[in-house]
């Protein structure tokens, strides 16, 4: 699934679509958008298929454990309110965004 998304991300994005779009239409967008997503899909098959977890350096499987820990230590108090203050953030430039507009 990570593969997949890792050849698709920059072969199709929003930008390259609207750009399509507004060149050559909306067939060879929606062509563009088919191919991208079933080349990406079938190359992220074929290479999870492969098993190649065992090409992942030590050091990599250590840092997301580390990193698994912390975040279960983060998650008390002090991360729910972080989630909220960025909630209320997003919220606050919604708001002033449409309020401009």
Same mark, same amino acid.
């Given at each position: ?11 199709? +994005? ?7 779009? !507004?060149?050559?239409? @909306?067939? #060879?967008?929606?062509?563009?958008? #088919?191919? !991208? ?21 030590? @050091? ?33 430039? !919604? @708001?002033?965004? +449409?309020?401009?507009?």
């Amino acid at each position: 699934m990570t593969l997949s998304f890792l050849i698709s991300a920059p072969m199709v +994005n929003e930008i390259a679509l609207v750009l399509l779009f !507004g060149l050559f239409g @909306w067939k #060879v967008a929606a062509l563009y958008l #088919v191919t !991208g997503l079933t080349i990406a899909i079938a190359a992220g098959f074929i290479l999870g298929r492969m098993k190649l977890e065992r090409f992942v350096e030590p @050091w990599v499987y250590e840092s997301m454990r580390a990193e698994a820990s912390f975040e279960r230590e983060r998650l008390g108090f002090d991360g729910r309110v972080g989630k909220g203050v960025v909630a209320t953030g997003i919220l606050l430039v !919604g @708001w002033m965004f +449409n309020a401009v507009l």
